[in-house]
């Protein structure tokens, strides 16, 4: 079933949310895993229509689909897809990433997609180890840029400047 065709919840009530999000940690931190949300919720964008997560460490598929499926908090899993819909009706996504290349993934999957585009033409992008964002920022040249600030005209910032020769390396200004 193809998650266009069920029908997404406008935008859930934040505290529905937030609770619906802490029992997903939860449910992964049960399970050993270390899980954050990803996404333009992230960001703090408007509702996109449904929660993301990106997992440190890669599942198999059987895997996910099994672990999904036991989960009391879903009531249908697209195993395939890793992706779920809550006893609420909120689909749920989760993205998964090697530890040493977690930063990245954590960048790529919350956005958003110019940025991460720009991103993807630096010099050291997708070079491990970097485990978190703040380390994955360090490998393109970039200084801590939270989420919601994350945009291309932000790459031009004061401490990051970007010359026509530059082949995407930053300099940062002592």
């Known amino acids: 079933m193809d998650r266009a065709h069920v029908g997404l919840l406008a935008s859930p009530d934040p505290v529905l949310l937030a609770g619906l999000e802490t029992r997903i940690v939860d449910w992964a931190r049960g399970q050993g895993w270390f899980l954050e949300r990803t996404g333009p919720l992230r960001r703090g964008q408007p509702w996109p229509g449904r929660l993301e997560f990106i997992k440190k460490g890669v599942l198999d598929p059987e895997v996910w689909g099994e672990l999904l499926q036991a989960c009391t908090i879903f009531v249908e899993v697209l195993a395939e897809k890793r992706e779920a819909k809550s006893a609420e009706g909120i689909w749920?996504?989760?993205?998964?990433?090697?530890g040493a290349l977690f930063g990245f993934a954590q960048l790529a999957h919350t956005g958003p997609t110019d940025f991460v585009a720009a991103l993807r033409s630096r010099r050291g992008w997708d070079q491990a180890p970097a485990e978190d964002e703040r380390a994955a920022?360090?490998?393109?040249?970039?200084?801590?840029?939270?989420p919601e600030q994350r945009s291309v005209g932000r790459l031009g910032a004061p401490g990051c400047s970007l010359g026509q020769h530059d082949q995407g390396r930053c300099h940062h200004d002592s």
Request: hydrophobic content about 60%; charged content about 5%.
């Open 92 to 98: 749920v996504k989760f993205f998964q990433s090697p």
């Open 137 to 146: 920022l360090a490998q393109v040249g970039l200084p801590w840029m939270a």
